[in-house]
């Protein structure tokens, strides 16, 4: 049986490029996945703690072929990579990673697997799972040199008030009248818990 498993890290993502490169592999190779067979997931892959990644494994069974696009779909680090790897293979389960077909290792017919390929399989994974690290290290490495410099230029980090000086006046000059937390968040439409803030600010 076959399963397809997609992920992209967050919603400004797209699973467009993964589905339609699956799709012309499946095509090309004559290989027709159940819709219910499809899992797909909008997380980092920094985590295994993905619900229907997950759903997928508590179904696959010995004998059958998870196709990815890549081989950080499965996580984003190579501890991740690995131990989901070992599991899924251990389980029997045979894995399909269409952008490097070196390591699509699967049984002939009489259901055997050559040490020949299982070497050239273990040798390219381990340099995959390595390339995945690294390519992590340097978008975090990327990431931290631009907030320094921008740290350095005078820009002022973190999230953004939702509520400007004229909210906050506002939220003083009614609660000096005498008005509750709740009438002033039923005034103004700002949540109580935000009233209650910017009152102890100014304390």
């Known amino acids: 049986m076959y399963y397809i498993y997609q992920r992209v890290s967050t919603e400004k993502q797209s699973l467009i490029r993964q589905e339609g490169a699956i799709a012309d592999y499946c095509k090309a190779n004559n290989i027709t996945v159940p819709e219910e067979n499809v899992f797909s997931d909008v997380i980092t892959g920094k985590t295994i703690k993905r619900e229907n990644y997950q759903k997928m494994k508590s179904v696959l069974q010995k004998d059958d072929i ?60 381990s340099i995959l799972c390595y390339v995945s690290e690294k390519e992590v290290e340097k978008i975090s490495a990327r990431t931290k040199e631009a907030l320094k410099a921008k740290k350095e230029q005078g820009v002022k980090l973190g999230r953004k008030e939702k509520f400007d000086s004229d909210m906050r006046a506002s939220v003083r000059n009614l609660h000096k009248k005498g008005l509750s937390y709740r009438e002033i968040e039923k005034e103004l439409k700002v949540p109580k818990a935000t009233v209650f803030r910017m009152l102890k600010e100014k304390e």
């Open 66 to 125: 998870l196709i990815l696009l890549d081989l950080d779909r499965l996580g984003r680090s190579w501890d991740i990579i690995k131990d989901e790897w070992k599991e899924l293979t251990d389980k029997g389960v045979y894995i399909i990673v269409v952008n490097c077909p070196i390591i699509n290792v699967l049984p002939d017919s009489s259901g055997v697997v050559s040490v020949d390929k299982r070497l050239v399989q273990e040798l390219t994974f």
